[in-house]
């Protein structure tokens, strides 16, 4: 299975198409902070499946904060605000994410591309997709026999 992760298009929906076209994925998630972007979508990819957080920038009433969904046995938590960026080092949340057997924790907000592994899960912030801010990136997650491998892509060294 191959998932693409998208955060902060902010009003650049035309660089996610391109990935997806790109790619092919199965399943595309988007961290927040232009989820019409996202939205907007769904309609030219029938064969993906569409999941998505609301970010700080986006309209009040635009979706949920934070979900977990579950992708060839992979529990995945989505959320846009690393926990106002204390995520990585707040215990408390780590547990709570923990018992709810995530094994991945995507979160957005920073528009800084970063992927780790801390207590055994794995962090990964795709960066922006929108070409407003410099550079773009995004996340690739791909499950192979009940094992995931993640990492960042930068757009721009696409051919799109």
Same mark, same amino acid.
């Given at each position: =299975?191959?998932?693409?992760? +998208?955060?902060? !298009?902010? /009003?650049? !929906?035309? !660089?996610? #198409? ?12 988007? %961290? ?22 609301? /970010? ?6 635009? /979706?949920?904060?934070?979900?977990? @969904?579950? &992708?060839? #046995? ?10 106002? &960026? ?11 994410? =923990?018992? %709810?057997?995530? @094994? ?5 907000? *920073?528009?800084?591309?970063? %992927? ?8 990964? $912030?795709?960066?922006?997709?929108? #070409?407003? +801010?410099?550079?773009? *990136?995004? /996340? ?5 026999? $009940?094992?995931? &491998? ?7 060294? %696409?051919?799109?």
């Amino acid at each position: =299975m191959r998932i693409l992760v +998208f955060s902060d !298009s902010h /009003g650049d !929906s035309e !660089s996610m #198409k391109k990935v997806i076209k790109k790619f092919y994925p199965d399943v595309a998630l988007f %961290l927040g902070d232009g989820i019409e972007d996202f939205l907007v979508l769904e309609k030219d990819f029938p064969h993906t499946k569409f999941f998505s957080v609301m /970010g700080n920038a986006d309209p009040s009433d635009s /979706g949920v904060l934070e979900r977990l @969904q579950t &992708f060839d #046995k992979v529990a995945i938590y989505m959320t846009h605000l690393d926990n106002l &960026f204390k995520i990585k080092e707040d215990r408390e949340k780590i547990l709570a994410i =923990m018992k %709810l057997n995530a @094994q991945i924790i995507l979160y957005g907000n *920073t528009h800084v591309p970063e %992927l780790f592994v801390s207590h055994g899960i794995t962090f990964m $912030n795709p960066g922006t997709i929108s #070409k407003s +801010f410099g550079f773009r *990136t995004f /996340g690739l997650i791909d499950i192979i026999d $009940n094992e995931y &491998f993640c990492e960042i892509r930068f757009a721009d060294l %696409l051919v799109l």
